[in-house]
Structures are given as structure tokens and as C-alpha cells.
């Protein structure tokens, strides 16, 4: 292993500590057009999702 490939596997490391996993499921041909509607919003599944969520979050609060 390279020093530079040990920086940054510690870099990376230290960088998922920070973070959460979160699978969910969806019905056939639901992850098409997720990714198709995220990426002509130009944001990644994940930052698309995201905002989603937070949106709903927003929603709920205002009830």
C-alpha cells in the first residue's frame, strides 16, 4: 500500500463515521425513473432523495 492510499482510506474512514446508511425498497421500474428525474434535476439519487425527504419533513412540521 502507498502512503497516499493509506491517507486516504484513513480520510475516507473518518469521513463514513459521519454518516448513516438508509435501504428502502421500491416497486419495479420505481429506480429508473428516480434516477432519470434526479439527473435531469442534475443532483445524484442520494441528494435528490434527500431533499425529498426534507421537503415531506417541512410538510409534516407545518400540520
Same mark, same amino acid.
Given at each position: 500500500?502507498?502512503? &497516499? $492510499? +493509506?491517507?486516504?482510506?484513513?480520510?475516507?474512514?473518518? $469521513? =463514513?463515521? +459521519?454518516?448513516?446508511?438508509?435501504?428502502? /425498497?421500491?416497486? =419495479? @421500474?420505481? +429506480? *429508473? %425513473? %428516480?434516477? *432519470?428525474?434526479?439527473?435531469?434535476? @442534475?443532483?445524484?439519487?442520494?441528494?435528490?432523495?434527500?431533499? *425529498?425527504? &426534507?421537503?415531506? %419533513?417541512? /410538510?409534516?412540521? /407545518?400540520?
Amino acid at each position: 500500500m502507498t502512503e &497516499h $492510499y +493509506k491517507q486516504r482510506k484513513v480520510s475516507n474512514e473518518r $469521513y =463514513l463515521k +459521519k454518516l448513516e446508511d438508509v435501504k428502502f /425498497r421500491v416497486p =419495479l @421500474g420505481e +429506480k *429508473a %425513473i %428516480i434516477q *432519470a428525474t434526479a439527473q435531469a434535476a @442534475g443532483l445524484s439519487v442520494n441528494q435528490f432523495i434527500l431533499d *425529498a425527504v &426534507h421537503e415531506k %419533513i417541512e /410538510r409534516e412540521k /407545518r400540520k
